[in-house]
């Protein structure tokens, strides 16, 4: 496959680095006042005015078409997609970090474009560079065979942290990995100035240092700050922690209707109600939106890994569920009208490791807002969900006993 990547290269910032008014190393800044998306002819014209020439990536994805820019990095801070795109519809511009060094601009595409044009231009005396992207309309055949991302073994590499064996921290002690999900480029849920990435990396912490104080396992963050990790990098990270359990937490907003409470859901093929597939759709779409390439996910292995995972893991996964519902019951009284579902999530979907997602609440609901954000009354849903996983570790060692058998 031809695949339009273009780089902005070192040796073009070399040139211009003792102009520089701030150290390189310093993020570049985003000045929304010189900037502009803008279209011609059907065809975006992208103008970025930055405070520094960084080194830059540009390619675009189908299924649905975009434009993808990384950086290597931009601040954001205060940046609104209004007003880099006022003539479109904001939702359709999204940015944000992606991995430990790089950002990342995802621009929907509603006709197949291409890549006509890219270029950075550094002002010798101030600087400051302008990014320049032209796209230009092309029938479909065009548009897939000049998409993907590049192909770069290192972009999606395991830090040693994450990677590390067994041996390497507690020997023979199980493993849990907590997954605070969304993060970076993909908040999640916004309500108040409140981001369910942000909420959920405040729990999952709490919840790692409730087990770690509890005595002998080791536990691994799928994140280890606001960045965003796709949804594949999740379960892989899962798999090379050789993750005994895997929990994943969330906090969805209702776009319309009522609820609260928190309910734990298990992966099943078929949904257990409307609501939860609805569920399922909008986390799954997380990579979408953060520009992921997804052209090369088998949907043949994903069925298999979903038929295996309901052999010896779904009653499992079913058990941790159910003990994790009682402990949140027991200790925060605080859970959904049906708190034990089912779903398609794809962060649930590697077949030998027991796997739930928590919905801790809902962040659209202004009661679950207020515990949430309350240190002392999540304390009580970090105990609960504590006291759960532990129930579980024990009975479930009980019955490996006759699993054996």
Known sequence: MIRVVIFALWALLGAVATAYAQPFTALARLDVSESQITTQGGAFQVNLSLSQGVPYRVYTLTEPARLVLDFREIDYTGVDAKSLLPQSNSNALRFGAVRPGWSRLVLDLPKPQIVAHAGLRVDASSGVALLSIAMQLADMDEFEQKSGAPSDPEWDRLKPSVSQSKAQVKADALTIVLDPGHGGIDPGAVSGGITEADLMFVLAQEVRDALLRSGDVNVVLTRDGDEFVSLER????????????????????????KANGAAVYTLSKEASDAASAALAERHNRADLLAGVDLSGQDDEIAAILMGLARLENKPRSEALARGIILGINTEAGHTYKR?????????????????????????????????LTDPKWRMKMVIGIHNGIQAWLLNDAADAQLRRK
């Open 339 to 371: 708190p034990i579902q089912s779903a398609g999530f794809s962060v649930l979907k590697a077949p030998d490791i027991p796997s739930v997602l928590i919905e801790v609440g809902f962040l659209s609901s202004k009661d679950d807002l207020s515990k």
């Open 234 to 257: 999740r379960v892989k990270i899962a798999r090379t922690a050789q993750a005994d359990l895997f929990v994943s937490f969330h906090a969805d907003a209702l776009a319309s209707g």
